[in-house]
């Protein structure tokens, strides 16, 4: 362990603090967090913590989803500028335009929002509940589906349902062609191919399976397989590594890398709790619907 991550463990007890991290984060992250995990179990985290103080180590919507569900807390992102592009592809704006259209239609938003789009929807997903959420919704009903038109397409196909498409996609994942998947195929051949389900529907096809990163996990560690092809942020690849000994994996494009992801350093979290640096504000009319999205989701 570093000077800046004992220096950053003595603050988070200091200030009873908890931090929380998304798989994708850098390396030095997971060794000082309390849970290391995907946006679902980062929300189910966040909806039962009595801690005073929270500090996400992710990007901006995933803070704002946790002061939703603790609002009492305050909730620090330690690096104000990480993002998420797909998060700017939705607006309150655009959400009401689009139930204008489709006035019998229910407005999901994937948790990969901000908190003024939530506002506007019916409910909330995860990558790891898609599915669950949209099996929910009655079958006459339509469905739109934002920002993530991958997303959306790929759980429509699985559960042959009616979603109307949104104008929106993930940069990394939608990077990610099936032409690749067969070109690493041969490269490692009888290796598992794993892709993120925000991967374009026919790079989805030639998948072997398409899971949210804390399903990947899950899926590698109780799988028989030796050797995996990981379509996804390559930041889950050192955890994987860590957690599967013996296991061998290749990233299925080395340059699958969120920008966003990797702001967030431990030096930041240090400041972050010295100096509360950024405590995320949610304008409580904001809060009030946006929050109303997001328990649906969870109570199911
Ligand atoms: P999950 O970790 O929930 O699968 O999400 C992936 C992602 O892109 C988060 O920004
Ligand atoms: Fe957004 Fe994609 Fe980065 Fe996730 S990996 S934060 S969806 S841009």
Redesign the pocket.
């Known amino acids: 362990m570093t000077e800046i991550q004992k220096r950053a463990l003595e603050l988070k007890q200091e200030r009873g603090a908890i931090i929380l991290a998304h798989n994708?984060v850098d390396e030095s992250l997971p060794g000082i967090a309390d849970l290391c995990g995907d946006s679902l179990e980062l929300s189910m985290k966040a909806s039962k913590t009595n801690a005073k103080v929270i500090v996400v180590c992710g990007?901006r919507f995933m803070a704002e989803t946790v002061k939703l569900l603790s609002p009492d807390a305050t909730v620090l992102l330690p690096c104000s500028d990480a993002g998420?592009?797909?998060?700017d592809m939705a607006d309150g704006t655009m959400v009401e335009k689009a139930r204008s259209e489709h006035p019998d239609a229910i407005a999901m938003a994937y948790v990969?929002t901000t908190a003024e789009t939530k506002a506007h929807v019916d409910i909330c997903c995860t990558s790891g509940n898609a599915e669950r959420v949209v099996s929910s919704i009655p079958s006459d009903k339509k469905i739109i589906f934002l920002p993530d038109a991958n997303l959306g397409s790929n759980v429509s196909h699985k559960l042959g349902r009616n979603v109307i498409p949104w104008k929106g996609c993930?940069?990394?994942?939608d990077k990610v062609t099936a032409e690749m998947i067969e070109n690493n195929r041969r490269m490692h051949p009888g290796a598992v191919v794993m892709v993120h389900p925000?991967c374009r529907p026919e790079t989805v096809a030639a998948a072997d399976v398409a899971l949210s990163t804390g399903a990947m996990l899950k899926f590698v560690r109780e799988s028989n397989a030796k050797e995996f092809i990981v379509g996804t942020?390559s930041g889950i690849i050192p955890r994987l590594i860590r957690e599967n000994p013996g296991k061998t994996f290749h990233p299925l494009l080395p340059e699958l890398v969120?920008a966003?992801?990797k702001k967030i350093t431990v030096e930041q979290v240090v400041e972050s709790l010295r100096n509360d640096t950024e405590a995320i504000v949610v304008p409580d009319d904001v809060a009030s619907k946006a929050l109303e999205s997001v328990r649906r989701m969870l109570a199911l």
């Open positions: 994708y990007v998420c592009p797909m998060a990969n993930c940069p990394i994942h925000e942020e969120c966003d992801m």
